[in-house]
């Protein structure tokens, strides 16, 4: 079983901070990752996705891949409470199977 | 509004009583899927759904059924209802299968609590 792996958290910071979430992944031929933001009690909404090593920024979020070091991170910056959510990790795994796995996210919690 | 519809959203029903959760989106996708959620065990795809008539298992399809008649529909069916099948369901579509950008626009949820 391919494994996407995160730390469930909570991961605390205080407001205007820089959170870092982390994702490592098991299957090296992984071919995409994405990033969702899940509040509590609704259903998860893209942020980002990255494909190629490096850095892909859209506003304030910055998705980083080491597909090296099978990991992918998500910052960031300029903290807001109402970034405080569970944030999901997903990945296409290089197989014949049309789907995506996700990790069991990671709760942030941003204090004012 | 382009979005993805499920019915009901909340469902308690009891051991082995036949259940249908409806999936409608509005956005002309091939893709659709279904997932469960539980803590501590994350988004589990149950099955998905490439085209119409083409449909296929995912992770954890026992005691699931799909069908996929129409282009916008995709329902799931609990033939048989057990308590191990309580949990937070969501259907998701896309434009296509996974490609490199893979998008999936998920439905509202559906809490199911089988007694």
């Known amino acids: 079983q391919k494994e996407v792996e995160q730390n469930s958290g909570p991961l605390s910071v205080p407001e205007g901070a820089i959170a870092s979430l982390n994702c490592t992944y098991s299957d090296r031929g992984s071919q995409s990752f994405f990033w969702y933001r899940q509040y509590s009690g609704k259903s998860p909404e893209l942020i980002m996705f990255?494909?190629?090593?490096g850095d892909k920024e859209d506003g304030r979020f910055t998705a980083q891949l080491n597909k090296a070091s099978q990991y992918v991170s998500l910052l960031i910056r300029d903290s807001q409470p109402s970034d405080s959510a569970t944030y999901l990790c997903?990945?296409?795994?290089?197989?014949?199977?049309?789907?995506?796995?996700f990790g069991t996210g990671t709760r942030l919690l941003v204090s004012p | 509004e382009a979005q993805v519809t499920q019915n009901p959203r909340y469902l308690i029903t009891v051991t082995g009583k036949k259940l249908t959760v409806t999936c409608s989106q509005n956005m002309n996708h091939e893709y659709m899927s279904w997932y469960r959620q539980d803590p501590g065990l994350g988004l589990r795809q149950i099955y998905y759904s490439m085209n119409v008539e083409v449909t296929d298992k995912g992770d954890v399809p026992e005691g699931y059924k799909v069908s996929r008649k129409e282009k916008r529909n995709f329902p799931l069916i609990l033939e048989s209802p057990s308590p191990n099948q309580t949990s937070l369901y969501f259907c998701?579509?896309?434009?296509?299968?996974?490609?490199?950008?893979?998008?999936?626009?998920f439905g509202p949820g559906t809490r199911l609590t089988v007694t």
């Open positions: 997903a990945v296409k795994e290089n197989t014949g199977f049309q789907k995506l796995v």
């Open positions: 998701a579509s896309s434009l296509r299968g996974p490609r490199l950008t893979y998008e999936q626009y």
């Open positions: 990255i494909y190629s090593n």
